[in-house]
């Protein structure tokens, strides 16, 4: 059987996108449209954008639902993806509703409301999204839970402390989300990108090594998520170098992302 066939086949039939407004998100969406999703189940605050990614990927054959929902709103997000989930029956939820903050031009920090607001989309909404979808997915043993990490998880950057250890605790959520699950025909998988063309990617102060563009990036989800891997990350330089820091003294990763351009 060829890679291409197994890729093919793999192919979900009704996939869930929180955050499909957003560059990685909709990117996922039109590459789930294109490779013949038979549904899509589409999230997002923007409707406008929204309104436009579902004639777009109904216009490549699939059936859109959409919803305009703020993910702040977990008893909201809970509900809806209760009643979908019993419904239409996902087989992929990517949880990638995602924002970010920074330390400002100034370095003077980041305030506590934004904080606050950035955990309950980072962190909360992502779990929240895990815990809906989570009983029927069991219940059925089978399904596949994405949880939308960064390379940033592995090692802390001083421009953005907040949203680091925010994908932080996704990744670490995700990586024992996937073990306790391992028998139960539910499959966890953390992706953890780099830079990806997006607004919020280009908010972000700091440099921006290997800035790949995102439907390069939902095509190398896709494929991983085809294969079931445990981690997708990439790209494949920056995460070594990323993983690389994660393990050297925090003293000498710190002098070499100042050296990088990181925090000045």
Known sequence: MTAQFFLSAAVPKCVLITGATGGIGSA????????????????????????????????LGAR????????????????????VSATESPDLVIANAGVNINTGESRQGESWEDMHRLFDVNVKAVMAT??????????????????????????????????????????????????????????????MPGYVESRMCADMPGPKPFLWRAPKAAHA????????RARISFPFPLNLGCFVLALLHPSVSARILKWLGYGR
């Open 221 to 228: 989800i896709r494929v991983g998520l085809a294969r079931n």
């Open 64 to 83: 859109v639902i959409s919803r305009q929902l703020d993910v702040r709103d977990h008893e909201a997000l809970i509900s809806w993806l209760e009643r």
């Open 130 to 191: 895990a815990s809906a979808c989570l009983p029927a997915m069991r219940a059925r043993r089978n399904g596949q839970i994405a949880l939308i990490s960064s390379l940033a998880a592995w090692r802390g950057l001083p421009d953005t402390p907040s949203y680091s250890a925010s994908k932080a605790a996704v990744k670490a959520y995700g990586e024992g989300m996937r073990d306790l699950l391992a028998n139960e025909g539910v499959r966890i998988n953390v992706v």
């Open 28 to 59: 996922l969406a039109l590459e789930y449209a294109r490779v013949g999703a038979t549904t899509l189940i589409l999230q997002g605050r923007d409707v406008a954008k929204l309104q436009e990614l579902t004639q777009v990927c109904s216009a």
